[in-house]
C-alpha cells in the first residue's frame, strides 16, 4: 500500500516536466509514503503495489493530451493529476492548492476540498 519516498530530485524534475509547483501538503505526503493508498490513491514517483506503475506525471501528461481538444483542456496545464476515481475520472490539485475531480463523460468539474490534507482527512478513516 505504502511506495518507495519520493526525492528532491524526482519531485524537482516532476515540476519542471509539468510546469507546475506541487502544494507543500502533497510534497509532504509523498517525500514520506511515495504513492501510497490513503482512503484513495495517490500516485508519486514509485507506488505501492496495490496503485500500478503510472506516475503522477504520466497521469498528467496522459490527461493533457486525453482532454486537449476539450474546454476544460487549460485547466490541466496549470494542474496535475494524483488519483483516478472508479470510472477513470481524474482527481487533480489545482495551482491554488484546491483538490478537484472532472467528470470526463460530462465535463463537469466538481471541488473535492479545498487542500490536499482535506482530501486525505475526508477519506481516510482509521480503524
Partial sequence: MVGIPASHGEITKAQQRLNVNF?????????????AYAGLAVHAFSNGSSLGNETVVDLTLGFREQFKEL?????????????????????????AGKVFICYHDSG??????DSFE???EDHFFEW
Avoid: N
Fill in 71 to 95: 474546454p476544460f483542456a487549460e485547466v490541466f496545464q496549470s494542474s496535475y493529476v494524483i488519483s483516478m476515481d472508479g470510472s477513470g475520472d481524474p482527481i487533480f490539485i489545482s495551482s
Fill in 23 to 35: 502544494h507543500e501538503d502533497y510534497m509532504l505526503f509523498i517525500r514520506t509514503f511515495g504513492g
Fill in 108 to 113: 463537469e468539474i466538481k471541488l473535492l476540498a
Fill in 118 to 120: 482535506d482530501l486525505i
